[in-house]
């Protein structure tokens, strides 16, 4: 995994541990196969709603509505493959 | 400081320190941010009139315990009682400032204060999408959307998403350090609005109480 992902993994987990009221610990066991919407209790509709949100401001980028389906947010690992395609030029 | 409730004119209101001559105007988010903040609103607060203000946060119509319903509401009706509010206060003593949070940023002009100062400014088009993600399209109807669990009119989405931020002389912006984007200052924190519960932080309504404080006195003096 290069520094950059890693990086940005990190800033995810604590963005992820924010938005859903998860302690930081476990937040930060989050590897790329934890999986995510549908197995965590926590991500109902509000929750994505604010995950991508919170995404949009801390990462610069625009989450349109087709991008949002059950792969994207499927594993912690595909999240991070997310934000990492959308924030290159 | 004791937290207490009343009547300004038609809109109920939280305040503290009600017998300060210098008012302060706090205006909380919109919709279900401001049950995630109304905790921190409520230190920040008491902070406030610590400092020898009274505080006053209305709830606007359709939020709070305003009688109003939210199916009702139009963009007209919280810009107007927001002015209201400014009006009845200006008549017993004066108005030094607005603090807005969120998208409350969007009503603080409509009331006639000179010194503004907003935290995390949402724009009105980023709120609107963020509210659409969570639409329940079974309970919408042609006039009115279910967004984040109510039912809201449409007109009153399209309005706030095409309400600009205002850019009055005296305005002051601080965000989180998280939020890349411009402000005076960056405080830490978290964003108590998108946590799924409600939460408090008094440490920021310590910081931001300060804040306000400071930016309103260098404003009264200029």
Known sequence: MSNERAALAAEIR????????????????????????????????????????????????????????????????????????KRRP | MTLASRWIGDIPAIETGSDKPRKIIVL????????????????????????????????????????????????????????????????????IGIASFRAGCLLDDAADVAAHWRFAPESGDRLVRTLMRTEDTTQSDETHAFVSGQSVRRDLLDDLSAQPLSSPPLLRTVRL?????????????????????????????????????TWMRSCAVS
């Open chain 2, 177 to 213: 350090g998280s939020d890349r984007a411009d402000a005076d200052l960056h405080v830490p924190g978290s964003p108590l609005w998108r946590h799924a519960e409600p939460g408090e932080d008094p440490a920021l309504a310590q910081l931001l109480a300060e804040d306000i404080v």
């Open chain 1, 14 to 85: 604590i963005l992820l541990s924010d938005v859903l009221g998860i302690p930081p610990e476990r937040a930060s066991a989050f590897d790329d196969d934890t999986e995510l919407f549908g197995a965590l209790p926590e991500l109902d509709s509000m929750a994505v709603a604010n995950l991508l949100a919170e995404l949009e401001d801390r990462m610069e980028i625009i989450v349109d509505a087709d991008e949002v389906d059950g792969d994207m947010l499927g594993t912690f690992g595909a999240l991070v493959d997310f934000v990492d395609r």
């Open chain 2, 28 to 95: 909380a988010p919109l919709f279900e941010e401001a049950n995630k903040v109304r905790r921190t609103l409520a230190l920040l607060l008491r902070r406030l009139a610590a400092a020898d203000l009274h505080a006053v946060m209305p709830d606007l119509p359709g939020m709070g315990e305003h009688p109003a319903h939210l199916e009702t509401t139009t963009l007209s009706d919280l810009r107007d009682a927001v002015a209201k509010v400014a009006a009845a206060l200006q008549s017993s003593g004066t108005v």
